[in-house]
T-cell receptor
Framework: AQTVTQSQPEMSVQEAETVTLSCTYD???????LFWYKQPPSRQMILVIR??????QNATENRFSVNFQKAAKSFSLKISDSQLGDAAMYFC??????????????FGKGTSLLVTP | GAVVSQHPSWVICKSGTSVKIECRSL??????MFWYRQFPKQSLMLMAT?????????EQGVEKDKFLINHASLTLSTLTVTSAHPEDSSFYIC??????????FGSGTRLTVV
């Protein structure tokens, strides 16, 4: 099974500053999908951003962008102009393109992001 | 679009009883539903994958007889925790796949077994 590693259990950022959350993964597959999900205190999972492995261009969604390094198997999330509402648990997730996995998401352990005023 | 409604949001049950958690896809047909378990401040651990009309596929280490999953229709999947014990207390989340690589999550169920 693919392993997703988030090496930062906790991160802190000041409001309006930029923070980068790291994620690495282990796979032998060439085609797959990567995701960042946010889980606020309500515990509702919210999609932040998604990246298809076959796309070289890094995905961006407003203040959120990724640095996808396929060869290095790295998928970091950059949050610009951090806001208090960004405080949450962030999970990196991997999805195989092969159907025998059922297309389930495989999550990392998460990074707790604290945003200070 | 692509909303999954999960109920109940929290439940307390006595040890030895069973509890059922429902996940309904409101505006799409969920051919595949995933069930996760999440301990406090930990990751989501996949318990099983269910496909409409067929038996669920359980992850290694998950007791099939304790965690019964039924996916009898394209809009409803249920997880029944049978003979619940305090160690089954956890946060359970369902997730449905829609489109090719879109996933939507239920709001979760906090189960406390006393």
């Amino acid at each position: 099974a693919q392993t997703v590693t988030q090496s930062q259990p906790e991160m802190s950022v000041q409001e309006a500053e930029t923070v980068t959350l790291s994620c690495t993964y282990d796979t032998s597959e060439s085609d797959y999908y990567l995701f960042w999900y946010k889980q606020p205190p309500s515990r509702q999972m919210i999609l932040v951003i998604r990246q298809e492995a076959y796309k070289q261009q890094n995905a961006t969604e407003n203040r959120f962008s990724v640095n996808f390094q396929k060869a290095a198997k790295s998928f970091s999330l950059k949050i610009s102009d951090s806001q208090l509402g960004d405080a949450a648990m962030y999970f990196c997730a991997y999805r195989s393109a092969i159907s025998n996995s059922g297309y389930a998401l495989n999550f990392g352990k998460g990074t707790s992001l604290l945003v200070t005023p | 679009g692509a909303v999954v409604s999960q109920h109940p949001s929290w439940v307390i049950c006595k040890s030895g009883t069973s509890v059922k958690i429902e996940c309904r896809s409101l505006d799409f047909q969920a051919t595949t539903m995933f069930w996760y378990r999440q301990f406090p401040k930990q990751s989501l651990m996949l318990m099983a994958t269910s496909n409409e009309g067929s038996k669920a596929t359980y992850e290694q280490g998950v007791e099939k007889d304790k965690f019964l999953i039924n996916h009898a229709s394209l809009t409803l999947s249920t997880l029944t925790v049978t003979s619940a014990h305090p160690e089954d207390s956890s946060f359970y989340i369902c997730s449905a796949r829609w489109m090719s690589y879109g996933y939507t999550f239920g709001s979760g169920t906090r189960l406390t077994v006393v």
